[in-house]
């Protein structure tokens, strides 16, 4: 049985972890090393010239896409990109990658990402060129710098962070569902789901709430319970209740209640009306 030499490049290490489980429980999948930056990705693809990289995108330093740019050998491995967002997603098959997978990442991703590997390295010439991927990266670089042109290193971040704040990838399966955030009413988690709430819609998202939070514009969105998320701009009434708390209507019959460890967000957004 073929095995793929593969390594996995990621900066957080409950990421590497998660992804390293996934992959042991495929006998086809010989893990060689695992990476926690981009320079040791570039060290380590160079000394054991692997058949396969999981590659996370955003990474200081050196992200997932320079990665990739820098390998010096003309043999490129396969690539499955792994990210939080899907503008990066879609970037990530312009270069002609196997797949990529959208964090937080779960077990039926990670196998499908393999079966496709395995499938490409079965039907596809190992000898195959690196150059039209380096062509598109340069695309891609190009088109980011458009985006960004005349803004410094933090404005870059900032720009970056409000471009893709702008759509909210819903993933269910293989159908990815992207929603206008100021169409979100209010959002409560359940488990390890969010149920998005979408002008009388609810729709399922596998993630925590604190990575939610990370998505979504902190200008609007704020947390009013340790399982609520709410935009404050479809907030229609607010009530007063005792002990601080309050009870806010959204749309026509949502009623979310505020608790008192949240309460001050609310406090700051009624103090903005006088």
Not at 27 to 42: F, K, M, S, W, Y
């Amino acid at each position: 049985m073929d095995r793929l030499k593969t390594i996995i490049v990621d900066d957080e290490p409950l990421a590497r972890r998660l992804l390293k489980t996934y992959l042991q429980e495929h006998p086809q999948i010989d893990l060689v090393a695992e990476c926690q930056n981009g320079r040791e990705a570039i060290n380590a693809a160079q000394q054991m010239e692997p058949d396969l990289m999981f590659v996370d995108i955003q990474m200081p330093g050196i992200n997932g896409f320079e990665v990739v740019k820098r390998l010096q050998s003309d043999v490129m491995p396969m690539i499955v990109f792994c990210t939080a967002y899907e503008k990066y997603a879609l970037d990530a098959f312009d270069i002609n990658a196997v797949d990529y997978i959208l964090k937080p990442m779960d077990r039926e991703r990670v196998e499908r990402s393999v079966m496709r590997s395995l499938e490409r390295h079965k039907n596809v010439d190992a000898t195959a060129s690196k150059t039209p991927i380096l062509g598109a990266l340069e695309m891609i670089a190009e088109k980011v710098a458009a985006d960004l042109s005349g803004a410094g290193p933090a404005e870059e971040k900032e720009q970056a962070e409000a471009n893709l704040s702008r759509k909210l990838a819903i993933k269910d399966r293989d159908l990815i569902t992207m929603v206008d955030q100021e169409d979100i009413d209010w959002v409560d988690a359940a488990g390890d789901y969010m149920c998005i709430h979408v002008a009388g819609d609810t729709h399922i998202m596998r993630a925590t709430l604190k990575h939610l939070l990370g998505q979504l514009d902190s200008s609007i969105f704020k947390q009013v319970h340790r399982s609520t998320i709410v935009n404050v701009n479809r907030i229609q009434k607010i009530t007063p209740c005792s002990k601080g708390e309050y009870l806010l209507h959204i749309g026509a019959d949502a009623q979310i209640k505020v608790s008192r460890n949240y309460r001050t967000a609310i406090k700051q957004y009624i103090e903005k009306f006088g």
